[in-house]
């Protein structure tokens, strides 16, 4: 049996869509090889990180997901900012600022599953907010007494004020379906206290 070498497009790459319709070989990146490994995210449906090689020598990153996530919603909000950025372009004040909206590419493949470009220099925002927002003022150390809970650090901020006042209002991110208007007004208002 024989088979053929199909070039298929790297759907995550960005190329010049053609008015005509004719595309030349080699006018867009399509599928040199995939890497050797894959990378699973934290989230609900586990979605993948898969890095592929294109024919024009760039490293493409994808983000498969599938679940209950709907694509297509995140496709049309993708074009939706396509068309802010066209009049951010074309409005003289916003030019002149060079306000721009950095967006990717989404691409569903059914109602349930996808693929995203994915966004160099970027981390999950959970990642941020566990992994950097809340270790400046606390780490993991073992507090041997009351003093080590009250001795501050260079931004003047001890451990006890970090656990009673900082630490619930970050954990709005974990569990934000409940309640986050009063939640927020409330650690809003202990934090200038």
Known sequence: MVVMALQVLVVTSTFLIEHSCQYHEGSFAHFKCLADSVTVMNGINAPKVVECLGSDGNKYRQLAKSGNDDLRQDAVMEQFFGLVITFLQNHMDTWKWRLRIRTYKVVPFTPSAGVLEWVNGTVPLGEYLIGSVMTPYYSEETVKSKS??????????????????????????????????????????????
């Open 148 to 193: 080590d809970l009250e001795m501050e650090n260079e931004d003047g901020i001890s451990i006890i004020y970090y656990l009673q006042k900082i630490y619930p209002c970050l954990r709005l991110s974990v569990r934000f379906a409940m309640g986050l208007p009063w939640e927020a007004t409330h650690c809003a208002e202990q934090l200038d206290a």
